[in-house]
């Protein structure tokens, strides 16, 4: 009897998680109340790009500067610093197994070991694509996901397969799928990419129409957030915890670039 209430319950275990995989919904946040909001000091003024990197850090990277921040929300403070490369125009980075994929405007991205300092560069330029401005990491494919901030036609997010080091289209953002923000009616431009650790939705970020859109893994809209502009005077940089907390960096423009902290439930 015990034996049989054990595989029941086995059974209808199985069945939820099943029917939690079949029928993820989209998670939302309350973009306008953060946990909390850090300054940052005038080395992240220009930050364009976060990624998670331990518990209660991110690392950054600064648009000019061949350097890597590793920035702590207890300590308020940048803990470390690492060099990997010369001056240039890096607008993102995605942290993966111990290495920082670091992408340049062109399309280049910089592969940095943080443990042995190994250097290496795929080449992900597109005749079409002017500038690309996101990067992000989609578990379940193994591929960086490649956001197009400027480009002939609609824009497009790539995938980078990084176990064949090749690179397609994922899928493109039609402008049906965008309406206008009243406030500043700005054409969307992608300036950040994230994959969801949880529900795996793709969050592409834009600082030019102030706008966080979230797509499934195919590329079909799901949900739409017009962005305040005091609150992100420049909202470069999106990533999330392992347990699904959003974090969004926005540069300083005319002040001090700042860090947002989102709980992945939202708050009553």
Do not use: W
Request: with cysteine; aromatic share 12%.
């Amino acid at each position: 009897m015990i034996a049989f209430l054990i595989i029941a319950l086995l059974i209808s275990l199985l069945l939820f998680v099943y029917f939690l995989k079949k029928n993820k919904t989209t998670t939302q946040y309350k973009l306008d109340k953060p946990d909390f909001q850090q300054y940052l000091s005038k080395n992240l003024k220009e930050i364009s790009g976060i990624s998670h990197y331990a518990e209660n850090q991110v690392i950054c990277v600064n648009d000019e500067h061949g350097q890597l921040f590793i920035y702590d929300f207890k300590k308020q403070e940048i803990i470390d610093t690492l060099d990997f490369d010369t001056e240039g125009d890096y607008e993102a980075v995605e942290f993966v197994n111990n290495i920082a994929y670091v992408l340049q405007s062109t399309g280049q991205i910089i592969s940095f070991n943080v443990s042995t300092k190994d250097l290496k560069t795929f080449d992900c330029r597109q005749d079409e694509v002017e500038e690309y401005e996101g990067l992000g990491y989609e578990p379940k494919t193994n591929c960086l996901l490649l956001a197009a901030k400027e480009m002939k036609g609609d824009k497009t997010i790539y995938q980078f397969d990084l176990k064949n080091e090749k690179l397609s289209e994922k899928f493109k953002i039609s402008k049906n799928d965008i309406s206008k923000n009243g406030k500043d009616g700005k054409e969307f431009k992608p300036s950040g990419i994230a994959v969801h650790p949880i529900t795996e939705d793709i969050y592409v970020l834009a600082s030019a129409g102030k706008k966080l859109l979230v797509f499934n893994s195919v590329g079909k809209i799901q949900l739409q957030y017009n962005l305040d502009k005091d609150q992100f005077p420049q909202p470069e940089g999106i990533c999330f915890t392992p347990s699904g907390e959003l974090i969004i960096a926005s540069e300083g423009k005319n002040g001090q670039a700042s860090i947002s902290y989102f709980s992945f439930f939202p708050k009553n």
